[in-house]
Antibody, heavy 120, light 112 residues
Protein backbone atom coordinates (compact mmCIF):
# COMPACT_ATOMS: atom_id res chain seq x y z
CA UNK A 1 0.00 0.00 0.00
CA UNK A 2 1.37 3.39 -1.02
CA UNK A 3 1.74 5.76 1.92
CA UNK A 4 2.96 9.34 2.00
CA UNK A 5 3.32 10.93 5.42
CA UNK A 6 4.12 14.62 5.65
CA UNK A 7 5.55 16.29 8.71
CA UNK A 8 7.20 19.53 9.76
CA UNK A 9 4.33 22.00 9.49
CA UNK A 10 3.67 24.62 12.12
CA UNK A 11 3.10 28.24 13.03
CA UNK A 12 5.83 30.74 12.33
CA UNK A 13 6.39 34.42 11.72
CA UNK A 14 6.92 36.07 8.35
CA UNK A 15 10.52 35.78 7.22
CA UNK A 16 10.99 32.47 9.00
CA UNK A 17 12.12 29.10 7.68
CA UNK A 18 10.71 25.61 7.83
CA UNK A 19 11.57 22.22 6.38
CA UNK A 20 8.79 19.84 5.42
CA UNK A 21 9.41 16.12 5.11
CA UNK A 22 7.46 13.37 3.39
CA UNK A 23 8.15 9.74 4.26
CA UNK A 24 7.19 7.43 1.42
CA UNK A 25 6.48 3.72 1.51
CA UNK A 26 4.75 1.03 -0.51
CA UNK A 27 6.46 1.79 -3.81
CA UNK A 28 9.96 2.10 -5.24
CA UNK A 29 10.55 5.72 -4.21
CA UNK A 30 13.74 6.11 -6.24
CA UNK A 31 11.86 5.34 -9.47
CA UNK A 32 9.34 8.16 -9.27
CA UNK A 33 9.30 11.90 -9.51
CA UNK A 34 7.59 13.69 -6.63
CA UNK A 35 5.73 16.97 -6.23
CA UNK A 36 4.52 19.31 -3.54
CA UNK A 37 1.06 20.85 -3.91
CA UNK A 38 -0.45 23.37 -1.51
CA UNK A 39 -3.95 24.53 -0.65
CA UNK A 40 -4.59 27.77 1.16
CA UNK A 41 -7.50 27.70 3.65
CA UNK A 42 -10.78 27.50 1.74
CA UNK A 43 -9.01 27.82 -1.62
CA UNK A 44 -8.06 25.62 -4.56
CA UNK A 45 -4.99 23.58 -5.34
CA UNK A 46 -1.65 25.07 -6.36
CA UNK A 47 1.33 23.07 -7.58
CA UNK A 48 4.49 24.24 -5.82
CA UNK A 49 7.47 22.17 -6.91
CA UNK A 50 8.58 18.89 -8.48
CA UNK A 51 11.71 16.80 -8.49
CA UNK A 52 12.82 14.01 -10.78
CA UNK A 53 13.38 10.47 -9.58
CA UNK A 54 17.14 10.94 -9.34
CA UNK A 55 16.86 14.43 -7.87
CA UNK A 56 18.79 15.87 -10.78
CA UNK A 57 15.94 18.03 -12.11
CA UNK A 58 13.79 20.38 -10.10
CA UNK A 59 10.93 22.72 -10.99
CA UNK A 60 9.16 25.50 -9.10
CA UNK A 61 6.19 27.78 -9.43
CA UNK A 62 7.29 31.38 -9.89
CA UNK A 63 6.03 32.58 -6.49
CA UNK A 64 8.43 30.31 -4.58
CA UNK A 65 11.52 30.41 -6.84
CA UNK A 66 14.56 31.46 -4.87
CA UNK A 67 12.80 30.85 -1.53
CA UNK A 68 11.87 27.15 -1.57
CA UNK A 69 14.12 24.18 -2.33
CA UNK A 70 12.88 20.69 -3.08
CA UNK A 71 15.17 17.73 -2.45
CA UNK A 72 15.04 14.02 -1.80
CA UNK A 73 16.99 11.29 -0.05
CA UNK A 74 16.32 8.12 -1.99
CA UNK A 75 17.99 5.69 0.44
CA UNK A 76 15.76 7.15 3.17
CA UNK A 77 12.63 7.23 0.95
CA UNK A 78 12.07 10.83 1.98
CA UNK A 79 11.10 14.00 0.14
CA UNK A 80 11.83 17.46 1.52
CA UNK A 81 10.75 21.04 0.99
CA UNK A 82 12.97 23.70 2.51
CA UNK A 83 10.96 26.90 2.83
CA UNK A 84 12.77 30.18 3.52
CA UNK A 85 11.66 33.83 3.69
CA UNK A 86 8.12 32.70 4.39
CA UNK A 87 5.23 35.05 3.70
CA UNK A 88 1.63 35.16 4.90
CA UNK A 89 0.52 33.99 1.43
CA UNK A 90 2.49 30.74 1.93
CA UNK A 91 -0.06 29.73 4.57
CA UNK A 92 -1.55 26.47 3.34
CA UNK A 93 -1.82 22.74 3.73
CA UNK A 94 1.14 21.23 1.88
CA UNK A 95 0.62 17.86 0.20
CA UNK A 96 3.30 15.44 -0.91
CA UNK A 97 2.29 13.78 -4.18
CA UNK A 98 3.67 10.83 -6.13
CA UNK A 99 4.43 12.01 -9.64
CA UNK A 100 6.12 10.91 -12.83
CA UNK A 101 7.69 13.02 -15.52
CA UNK A 102 7.24 10.44 -18.26
CA UNK A 103 4.02 8.54 -18.79
CA UNK A 104 1.00 8.26 -16.51
CA UNK A 105 -0.74 8.19 -14.17
CA UNK A 106 0.65 11.31 -12.51
CA UNK A 107 -0.45 12.46 -9.08
CA UNK A 108 -1.92 9.05 -8.29
CA UNK A 109 -1.21 9.15 -4.54
CA UNK A 110 -1.41 12.05 -2.10
CA UNK A 111 -0.40 12.41 1.52
CA UNK A 112 -2.77 13.74 4.17
CA UNK A 113 -0.99 17.09 4.20
CA UNK A 114 0.75 19.25 6.78
CA UNK A 115 -0.43 22.75 7.71
CA UNK A 116 1.95 25.68 7.51
CA UNK A 117 0.72 28.93 9.05
CA UNK A 118 2.71 32.13 8.57
CA UNK A 119 1.46 34.88 10.82
CA UNK A 120 2.80 37.57 13.11
CA UNK B 1 1.42 29.31 -17.86
CA UNK B 2 -1.53 27.19 -19.00
CA UNK B 3 -4.79 28.47 -17.51
CA UNK B 4 -7.43 25.87 -16.69
CA UNK B 5 -11.03 27.13 -16.58
CA UNK B 6 -13.80 25.00 -15.12
CA UNK B 7 -17.55 25.43 -15.51
CA UNK B 8 -19.75 25.49 -13.58
CA UNK B 9 -18.12 26.43 -10.27
CA UNK B 10 -21.09 25.02 -8.40
CA UNK B 11 -23.42 22.23 -9.45
CA UNK B 12 -26.54 21.24 -7.50
CA UNK B 13 -27.60 17.77 -8.60
CA UNK B 14 -30.40 15.39 -7.66
CA UNK B 15 -29.33 11.98 -6.40
CA UNK B 16 -29.44 9.43 -9.21
CA UNK B 17 -29.20 12.10 -11.91
CA UNK B 18 -26.18 12.76 -14.12
CA UNK B 19 -23.68 15.55 -13.63
CA UNK B 20 -21.17 17.09 -15.97
CA UNK B 21 -18.20 19.41 -15.43
CA UNK B 22 -16.30 21.15 -18.19
CA UNK B 23 -12.66 22.17 -18.24
CA UNK B 24 -10.97 24.30 -20.87
CA UNK B 25 -7.25 24.91 -21.17
CA UNK B 26 -5.70 28.09 -22.58
CA UNK B 27 -3.54 26.03 -24.94
CA UNK B 28 -3.33 22.49 -26.24
CA UNK B 29 -2.44 19.87 -23.64
CA UNK B 30 -0.94 17.46 -26.15
CA UNK B 31 2.57 16.62 -24.94
CA UNK B 32 5.51 16.09 -27.29
CA UNK B 33 5.25 12.37 -26.42
CA UNK B 34 1.75 12.31 -27.94
CA UNK B 35 -0.08 11.97 -24.63
CA UNK B 36 -2.52 14.50 -23.17
CA UNK B 37 -1.89 14.82 -19.45
CA UNK B 38 -5.30 16.01 -18.34
CA UNK B 39 -6.50 14.58 -15.04
CA UNK B 40 -9.55 14.91 -12.82
CA UNK B 41 -9.28 14.92 -9.05
CA UNK B 42 -11.95 14.62 -6.35
CA UNK B 43 -11.61 16.27 -2.95
CA UNK B 44 -14.18 15.31 -0.38
CA UNK B 45 -14.63 17.59 2.65
CA UNK B 46 -11.70 17.33 5.02
CA UNK B 47 -9.81 14.92 2.78
CA UNK B 48 -6.79 15.22 0.48
CA UNK B 49 -7.46 15.13 -3.25
CA UNK B 50 -7.85 11.76 -4.94
CA UNK B 51 -7.07 10.90 -8.56
CA UNK B 52 -10.16 9.88 -10.53
CA UNK B 53 -9.21 10.12 -14.19
CA UNK B 54 -5.86 10.47 -15.96
CA UNK B 55 -4.89 11.07 -19.59
CA UNK B 56 -8.38 12.43 -20.34
CA UNK B 57 -10.37 9.21 -19.99
CA UNK B 58 -8.51 6.56 -17.98
CA UNK B 59 -10.14 5.69 -14.68
CA UNK B 60 -7.66 5.23 -11.86
CA UNK B 61 -7.70 2.04 -9.80
CA UNK B 62 -10.81 1.68 -7.63
CA UNK B 63 -12.75 4.51 -9.25
CA UNK B 64 -16.39 3.59 -9.92
CA UNK B 65 -17.37 3.27 -13.57
CA UNK B 66 -20.05 5.94 -13.16
CA UNK B 67 -17.16 8.41 -13.57
CA UNK B 68 -15.96 9.03 -17.10
CA UNK B 69 -13.75 11.55 -18.85
CA UNK B 70 -13.68 12.74 -22.42
CA UNK B 71 -12.32 15.48 -24.63
CA UNK B 72 -9.32 16.44 -26.66
CA UNK B 73 -6.94 19.33 -27.27
CA UNK B 74 -8.26 22.12 -25.05
CA UNK B 75 -11.78 20.99 -24.07
CA UNK B 76 -12.48 18.26 -21.56
CA UNK B 77 -15.44 16.91 -19.61
CA UNK B 78 -15.97 14.86 -16.48
CA UNK B 79 -19.30 13.05 -16.30
CA UNK B 80 -20.95 11.22 -13.45
CA UNK B 81 -23.68 8.99 -14.84
CA UNK B 82 -25.74 8.77 -11.65
CA UNK B 83 -24.73 10.91 -8.70
CA UNK B 84 -24.51 9.24 -5.31
CA UNK B 85 -24.31 10.89 -1.90
CA UNK B 86 -20.60 10.01 -1.59
CA UNK B 87 -19.87 12.09 -4.71
CA UNK B 88 -20.37 15.33 -2.79
CA UNK B 89 -16.97 16.93 -3.24
CA UNK B 90 -14.98 19.54 -5.10
CA UNK B 91 -13.71 18.37 -8.47
CA UNK B 92 -10.56 19.74 -10.09
CA UNK B 93 -9.15 19.34 -13.54
CA UNK B 94 -5.38 19.50 -13.77
CA UNK B 95 -2.82 19.64 -16.54
CA UNK B 96 0.56 17.96 -16.18
CA UNK B 97 1.68 18.44 -19.76
CA UNK B 98 3.84 21.47 -19.06
CA UNK B 99 5.46 23.06 -16.02
CA UNK B 100 4.10 24.74 -14.03
CA UNK B 101 1.38 22.16 -13.56
CA UNK B 102 -1.92 24.00 -13.15
CA UNK B 103 -5.37 23.27 -11.75
CA UNK B 104 -8.84 24.50 -12.51
CA UNK B 105 -10.61 26.58 -9.86
CA UNK B 106 -12.65 23.60 -8.68
CA UNK B 107 -16.33 22.71 -9.07
CA UNK B 108 -18.38 22.08 -5.96
CA UNK B 109 -20.88 19.26 -6.46
CA UNK B 110 -23.82 19.52 -4.10
CA UNK B 111 -27.00 17.55 -3.66
CA UNK B 112 -30.28 19.41 -4.25
Amino acid sequence: EVQLLESGGGLLQPGGSLRLSCAASGFTFSSYAMSWVRQAPGKGLEWVSAISASGGSTYYTDSVKGRFTISRDNPKNTLYLQMNSLRAEDTAVYYCVKDRFVGAPKFDYWGQGTLVTVSS
Amino acid sequence: DIVMTQTPLSSPVTLGQPASISCRSSQSLVHSDGNTYLSWLQQRPGQPPRLLIYKISNRFSGVPDRFSGSGAGTDFTLKISRVEAEDVAVYYCMQATQFPYTFGQGTKLEIK
